[in-house]
C-alpha cells in the first residue's frame, strides 16, 4: 500500500466509488445479455423443432 | 394556418386552462417566495430576477402537454396532417398560440410582480423585454419536446426531464441580461444571445418537429 | 495493397456491420480480445498509477483521482457523441445496429458521467474546499447527465421499437445542437475554478503542461476506459440485436 498521507480517505473513496460503479454497469450489461441469450436460445429451439 | 393558431387560441381560453393557469401559477410562486425566504428588500431585490425567470420557465412547462395532447387523442391531429398545411406550419402555429397564452401574460405581468420583489423601474423593463424575446423560445422548446412525447401516456414528467437541458442556455441569459441591468452593466449582450437562441429556434426545431410528428403518426 | 485500397476495404467492411448477421459474427470473434485487452490495460494503468506514482507537490496523493477522473470524463463525452453518430446514420442509412449501438451506449455513458462527477467531487474538497462548485465545466456535465437519463427515458416509455429508435435519434440530434449552446452559455454565466484542459497528447510530447511520471499511466487508463467503453457496447450492442429478433421470433410463433 503506498502512502497516501492526508487524502488517504479522499483517494480511497474515489477508487472505491469508481470501481463500484463499473462492476455494477458490467453487471447490469452483463446480466441482461444472459438473460436475452438463454430466451433467444429457447425460441430458436423451437422454432427448429 | 392562422386557423389553426385561432382555434388553438379560443379554446385555450375556453377550456379555461391558458391564460389563467400559467398566470396563476407564475402569481402564486412570487407571493410565495417573501414568504419563504424573509421580506428581506434587499434580498429580495437581488434574487427576484432570477426568479421570475425560473417562475416564468416553470409556468410554461405546466401546459406543454397541452399542445399536442388532446387533438393528439381525438384525431385533430391526423386530419391536419392530411391537410395541405405543412407540419411545420401545424408546429409553428401551435407554438405561437401557446406563446400567446401563456409566454406573452406572464412577460406582461413580471415588472407589475417585480414590484412586489423590489424590482426597480428600469429593471423591471429590461425583465420585460427579456422575457419577450425569451419566450417564444420556451413554447417552441415545449413543442417540440411535446411532439417527441406523444404517443407515451402520461408522458408530462418524461416532457420536463426532455425539455429541461435544452431550457437552460435561454434561462442562463435571460437571468443574465436582468442581473447585468441590476447591477448598472450594459445588458445589450445577453438579450442578443437570447434573440439569437430564439431565432435559431423558429428557423431550426419546425423541420425536428415535423419529423416527430409524422413518426408518432405513422 | 495500396493505402487508398485499404482505406476502401476498410471503410467497405465497416458498412458490412450494418448486417446484424455480420455484426454479430464479427463482434462474438472480437469480444473476448476486446476484454482481454481491457483487463490488460485498466488494470495495468490503474495499479501503475495508484502504486508507483510519485504525490504531487501541491495536491498531495489527490492526484491518483486523475488516473479514473479524466478517462471518465473523456468516455462520456465521446458516448453522447456516438449516441449522435449512430442515430445520425440510423436516420440516414436506417441500419438497425446504428441505433441499437447509440442504445447500448447510453448506460455506460451515463455510469462514466456520473464517475466523473463523483470523483470531480471528491477531489474537489480537499483541493477547492468544496465538494460541488457551479463552475462550466461541472454545470456542463450535469447537463450531460440529465440528456443521458432523458434519452434512455425516452427509449423506455415508447412501445414500439422503431418508433421509439426514430424519436431518440431526433432528440439526440436536437440535444446536440443544444449541448453545444449550453456548453459556451455556461462559459459566459460563470468563469469556472475548473483548470484549463491538463491533458493533450502533445502535452505529453512536451511535458509542458503534466509531467511523463502522470502521464504514462493517465494515457493507459485513457485505452482502458475506453476499452471497456468499446467492450460494454459490443455486449449491449449483441443484446440488442439478440432482444430484437427475439421479439420478431415471438410475434411469428403468436401468429401461427
Known amino acids: 500500500m503506498p502512502e497516501l498521507g492526508k487524502y488517504a480517505t479522499e483517494v480511497a473513496s474515489a477508487y472505491g466509488v469508481t470501481f463500484l460503479l463499473l462492476v455494477i454497469v458490467s453487471i447490469f450489461y452483463w446480466q441482461k445479455s444472459r438473460i436475452f441469450k438463454r430466451r433467444l436460445l429457447a425460441v430458436e429451439m423451437r422454432k427448429d423443432a | ?218 | 495493397m495500396s493505402i487508398q485500397s485499404g482505406i476502401k476495404y476498410f471503410w467497405s467492411s465497416f458498412w458490412q456491420l450494418a448486417n446484424p448477421k455480420i455484426f454479430m459474427g464479427w463482434s462474438g470473434l472480437w469480444l473476448p480480445w476486446v476484454i482481454a485487452c481491457t483487463v490488460i490495460c485498466l488494470s495495468t494503468g490503474l495499479i501503475w498509477g495508484f502504486f508507483f506514482t510519485p504525490d504531487d507537490v501541491r495536491q498531495g496523493s489527490t492526484v491518483k483521482i486523475i488516473y479514473l477522473h479524466v478517462p471518465s470524463a473523456l468516455m462520456a463525452i465521446n458516448g453522447y457523441f456516438l449516441i449522435v453518430v449512430g442515430s445520425l446514420f440510423w436516420l440516414i442509412r436506417r441500419q438497425h445496429v446504428s441505433v441499437l449501438a447509440a442504445k447500448a451506449a447510453a448506460p455506460v455513458g451515463m455510469t462514466m458521467t456520473l464517475i466523473a462527477l463523483a470523483t470531480g467531487a471528491i477531489w474537489g474538497q480537499p483541493m477547492w474546499g468544496t465538494y460541488w462548485v457551479w463552475d462550466p465545466r461541472l454545470t456542463s456535465f450535469l447537463i450531460l447527465f440529465l440528456f443521458y437519463i432523458g434519452y434512455l427515458a425516452l427509449w423506455k416509455a415508447i412501445e414500439d421499437e422503431d418508433k421509439a429508435a426514430d424519436l431518440t435519434s431526433v432528440l439526440a440530434l436536437v440535444g446536440a445542437v443544444f449541448a453545444v449552446l449550453s456548453r459556451y452559455a455556461v462559459l459566459f454565466w460563470n468563469q469556472g475554478l475548473h483548470q484549463g484542459t491538463t491533458v493533450t497528447i502533445a502535452d505529453g510530447v512536451n511535458q509542458e503542461n503534466i509531467s511523463s511520471v502522470f502521464f504514462q499511466p493517465l494515457l493507459l487508463s485513457m485505452v482502458g476506459f475506453g476499452l471497456l467503453f468499446f467492450a460494454l457496447l459490443l455486449v449491449g450492442t449483441r443484446t440488442e440485436v439478440r432482444a430484437r429478433r427475439l421479439k420478431v421470433l415471438e410475434a411469428f410463433e403468436r401468429a401461427h
Not at chain 2, 189 to 196: E, K, T, V, Y
Open chain 2, 1 to 218: 394556418m392562422i386557423q389553426v393558431f385561432r382555434r388553438d387560441v379560443v379554446l385555450s381560453i375556453r377550456s379555461g386552462g391558458g391564460f389563467g393557469l400559467a398566470l396563476i401559477f407564475f402569481l402564486i410562486v412570487v407571493v410565495l417566495v417573501p414568504f419563504a425566504l424573509g421580506p428581506d428588500q434587499s434580498l429580495l431585490a437581488k434574487i427576484g430576477p432570477g426568479l421570475l425567470w425560473l417562475g416564468a420557465l416553470l409556468a410554461c412547462l405546466l401546459s406543454l402537454d397541452r399542445i399536442f395532447g388532446m387533438d393528439y387523442e381525438d384525431g385533430t391531429l391526423d386530419l391536419l396532417a392530411t391537410s395541405p398545411l405543412p407540419l411545420e406550419g401545424v408546429y409553428l402555429a401551435k407554438s405561437a398560440a401557446h406563446w400567446l397564452t401563456t409566454g406573452l401574460p406572464i412577460a406582461l405581468a413580471a415588472p407589475v410582480l417585480g414590484v412586489l420583489l423590489n424590482l426597480n423601474f428600469y429593471v423591471s423593463g429590461v425583465l420585460c423585454l427579456s422575457l419577450l424575446l425569451g419566450t417564444p423560445t420556451l413554447s417552441l422548446i415545449g413543442s417540440f419536446g411535446a411532439t417527441l412525447t406523444l404517443g407515451v401516456k402520461r408522458g408530462g414528467l418524461l416532457l420536463s426531464l426532455l425539455v429541461l437541458p435544452l431550457y437552460i442556455p435561454t434561462l442562463i441569459f435571460g437571468a443574465l441580461a436582468v442581473h447585468a441591468a441590476a447591477l448598472g452593466h450594459t445588458f445589450e449582450g445577453p438579450l442578443i444571445f437570447i434573440s439569437a437562441i430564439s431565432l435559431g429556434a423558429i428557423a431550426i426545431l419546425p423541420f425536428f418537429s415535423a419529423a416527430a410528428l409524422r413518426i408518432n403518426l405513422s
